[in-house]
């Protein structure tokens, strides 16, 4: 297609996809910048545009790609009323931003002009964080009623599960869910994460630990992709603290040094209320509960539902007694 015509925005809009997901996203967002800089009023660049911004923005912390991510979202969903996508990125960026209540009402925006089951998922994981877990379940219920066929409803319902406590039917979903990944697909490092946390929660150690196992190699191959988020140190972190927690010599002694090394600066660094939840958990794990409620508390500032997370729960729990 570049051969035919590299020019034509279709084509280089592509082409600009698979910058960004080979690890490429500064020559992505450059090469968007070109499509709109031809074509003022092509929605899809513009959203594509958004998305590289956003992975930026995560990648490299810089506000202001998140800002500009959030921008060309909005005109992305203004440019063309019957584009669903926009506003399911925007709502993505108004929850890196801490807005939930934002996020939300970008979410319900998107399911007005196409309800599917990921923006349904993304806003019960909105209404988790503000702490409506039966919401939560209900719009996890709706995705997967609306595509019984997809991974998306079962991950999230095991996500809904856990936060209420039944861990069983969490492994279920969310073993359903990794099952259902479609040919093709990119295996998912949280999702793997998820469920090493189930079965950890109903005492299968054996699988806890394949699972998050499974997890830290995903991350690993994420980050020698150039495509893995700044998050993700948080993830990696928690996942290498459980396993040698559970199954002590699993992890390679060098891997542990440098967990230990950088711990801290990855606490400090951690901003997000999902990467600050991880820290909470790795923090506990590691015998550390005074850091553990000073992430648990930086967390429940954006995302109170938090505080009722199993794992970190007995932290709120002695925190309201206080």
């Not at 279709?10 to 960004?20: D, E, G, N, P, R």
């Not at 990119?186 to 469920?195: A, S, T, Y």
Request: charged share 25%.
């Amino acid at each position: 297609a570049l051969q035919l015509d590299r020019d034509d925005g279709v084509v280089a809009t592509a082409h600009a996809q698979f910058l960004s997901r080979t690890g490429r996203n500064d020559e992505a967002m450059a090469l968007y910048e070109q499509v709109i800089v031809r074509n003022p009023h092509d929605a899809a660049a513009l959203a594509a545009s958004a998305a590289s911004k956003l992975q930026a923005f995560r990648q490299e912390g810089d506000r202001s790609f998140l800002e500009a991510a959030k921008i060309a979202a909005q005109q992305a969903a203004d440019m063309d009323p019957l584009l669903w996508k926009p506003l399911f990125s925007l709502a993505t960026m108004e929850w890196f931003d801490g807005n939930i209540a934002a996020a939300i009402i970008a979410s319900e925006a998107a399911i007005a002009r196409d309800e599917n089951e990921f923006v349904l998922a993304n806003l019960g994981s909105f209404y988790l964080c503000d702490g409506a877990f039966e919401k939560a379940r209900n719009a996890y219920t709706r995705a997967r009623e609306l595509n019984p066929g997809s991974y998306v409803g079962d991950e999230f319902l095991g996500t809904a599960y856990y936060y209420l406590g039944d861990f069983e039917q969490s492994v279920n979903f969310r073993q359903r869910a990794i099952e259902r990944l479609g040919a093709g697909e990119p295996e998912i490092h949280e999702m793997w994460g998820n469920l090493g946390d189930s079965f950890r929660q109903v005492g299968d150690r054996d699988n806890a630990v394949s699972a998050y196992l499974r997890a830290a190699e995903i991350a690993e191959r994420d980050y020698l992709r150039g495509t893995a988020p700044a998050s993700d140190r948080a993830a990696r972190a928690w996942y290498y603290t459980i396993l040698e927690s559970l199954k002590p010599g699993s992890v390679p002694g060098n891997v542990i040094g440098r967990i230990d090394d950088e711990i801290d600066e990855i606490a400090a660094d951690s901003a997000s209320a999902t990467e600050l939840r991880r820290m909470a958990q790795t923090w506990l794990a590691r015998g550390s509960p005074d850091k553990a409620r000073e992430a648990l508390e930086r967390a429940t500032e954006t995302c109170r539902g938090y505080a009722d997370y199993p794992d970190v729960a007995l932290l709120a729990t002695a925190a309201a007694r206080e």
